[in-house]
Every structure is written in C-alpha cells, then in structure tokens.
C-alpha cells in the first residue's frame, strides 16, 4: 500500500512562498496520478491541483491557477506544491493524495477519485 506524507507547512505572511512536499513509501510512485486538496477551518476540503503519474499534465482550481505549482519526482517517490504570492485565504491544512492510475494521461480533480490520502500539513498565511 502506498503511504505519502507531507511536510512544509508553516507560517507565513502575505506575498511570501512555501513549498510542500510529499513524500511516498511502499509502492512505485511513479504508478500513482497525484493531487492536492486543502481545507480551511469550518469549510469542506476542496481541489488545489493535480497531475499525472509522469508529470505530463497538470491542473489546477482557479483560485490558485498561476500562484501554485505542482510538480514531482518519480526517482526520488516526492510530489510537490511550489505555491508563491500566497494569501489569507489560503490559510488551510493541505492533503497530498494519489490514486493508482490506469494509464500516462489520467488525472482528476475529483476528491472521491483519490484513495490514498496524507495526514495534512498546516499553511497559516497571515495578513
């Protein structure tokens, strides 16, 4: 069974940038489409950005869409969230979660489609 487990949270303030990572154990992670979601206190988890086993393809919520960057490194079993100009609202504990894919050009934005979830990493943006 894969395992992933985030680190990099903190905080921070407004303007500033943090990268998350995602470490994975225990199965080929180069396998598994992966994403991130995030949830703010006393709102529903919801999509942040997502990508393909090989990285090939990307996509991301409108909100962070040119803010954020996900990327990873199959070689190295490491998914990441480079994510610049941050602001309050993007205060939140964010999930890295993967899913095994069946083929080079699957991803998804749906929180359902993920099985394989992270414990969370806080992100506290302050203003």
């Known amino acids: 069974q894969l395992q992933l487990a985030e680190s990099g949270g903190g905080l921070v303030q407004a303007g500033a940038s943090l990268r998350l990572s995602c470490a994975a154990s225990?199965?080929?992670?180069?396998?598994?489409?992966m994403g991130w979601f995030r949830q703010a206190p006393g709102k529903e988890r919801e999509f942040v950005a997502a990508?393909?086993?090989?990285?090939?393809?990307?996509t991301y919520a409108d909100s962070v869409q040119g803010r954020f960057t996900i990327s990873r490194a199959n070689a190295k079993s490491v998914g990441y969230l480079q994510m610049t100009s941050l602001r309050p609202e993007d205060t939140a504990i964010y999930y890295c979660?993967?899913?095994?894919?069946?083929?080079?050009?699957?991803?998804?934005?749906?929180?359902?489609?993920?099985?394989?979830w992270g414990q969370g990493t806080q992100v506290t943006v302050s203003s």
């Open positions: 979660a993967a899913y095994e894919a069946i083929g080079e050009d699957v991803i998804s934005r749906v929180e359902n489609y993920y099985d394989i």
């Open positions: 225990g199965r080929t992670f180069s396998r598994f489409a």
């Open positions: 990508i393909t086993w090989g990285g090939a393809k990307t």
